[in-house]
């Protein structure tokens, strides 16, 4: 290998730690919906080159948590309720018959994995962060992990490209709902975590349409939870509910 490898390999490294970085104040809603995000301030808060953040930010147009402005400049993505439904409609489909595909092709180290990633989400509030946004980056980090871990055994590379896309896209929303003042309550939802031990059970026990009516039931239901949340962000809230499905 020689020094221009490891340059580029250092240069991409970097790349991926900005776009990993942004994202992750995105999801979280530490950037706020239509926030312009400045190289120069990027810069400060995050001690990366201003070449690297120029092209993580760039990764994430693609991934949707990014618009590109007038000017070469860049901006968080907006939320709406029509985005948010527009999401929903696109995932459903997908990660049902991602799942299907999995449960028909799922061998014993996917059972288990199975197993493993909804005991860690089920016993998420026990070792949660006491800071409510740490907690709720976490909690995406499980949730995330179970959801995928489920349709890990689709055997398509692009089903789960374009779910763990949408998975992001999806959190984003559920951060506006989970930033509360009480929230353990909000991750330890007695009916949500049935849902998931549901999902679990029949995906293991190979009955298809079962963990597909409970994954419809599962993702339908998110949109509402999110519009009713008592403690969104007043500006936010607004643009969620001015919009007619």
């Known amino acids: ?23 992750r104040n995105i999801r979280s809603g530490q950037y706020a919906p ?9 810069v400060e808060e995050t001690k990366l080159g201003a070449t690297p953040l120029r092209e993580g930010l760039s990764r994430l147009i693609s991934r949707g948590l990014v618009r590109a402005t007038d000017g070469r400049g860049f901006s968080v993505a907006e939320v709406s309720r029509g985005d948010l439904d527009d999401i929903m409609r696109t995932r459903l489909p997908l990660e049902m018959d991602a799942l299907a595909l999995a449960i028909s092709k799922g061998n014993s180290h996917w059972q288990a994995a199975v197993v493993g990633a909804l005991h860690r989400l089920m016993t998420y509030t026990s070792w949660a962060p006491d800071d409510p946004y740490e907690a709720a980056l976490g909690f995406d980090e499980v ?10 055994a689709c055997e398509s590379p692009r089903m789960l490209d374009f779910l763990d896309i949408l998975y992001d896209q999806g959190f984003r929303y559920r951060h506006l709902m989970l930033s509360t003042v009480e929230p353990r309550k909000r991750l330890s939802d007695p009916q949500r975590n049935a849902e998931h031990e549901a999902l679990a059970r029949h995906a293991i026990d190979g009955e ?7 994954l419809r039931r599962h993702l339908e239901t998110f949109s509402e939870e999110v519009f009713k949340a008592r403690n969104m962000p007043e500006r936010v809230k607004s643009t969620l509910t001015a919009e007619t499905v």
């Open 34 to 42: 239509g926030q312009k995000l400045k190289i120069r301030t990027l």
């Open 143 to 152: 949730h995330k992990a179970f959801h995928l871990t489920l349709v890990s």
């Open 1 to 23: 290998m020689t020094a221009g490898d490891d340059t580029a390999i250092d240069g991409a490294t970097q790349v991926a730690q900005a776009a990993a970085l942004i994202a």
């Open 208 to 214: 298809t349409a079962l963990a597909q009516s409970v």
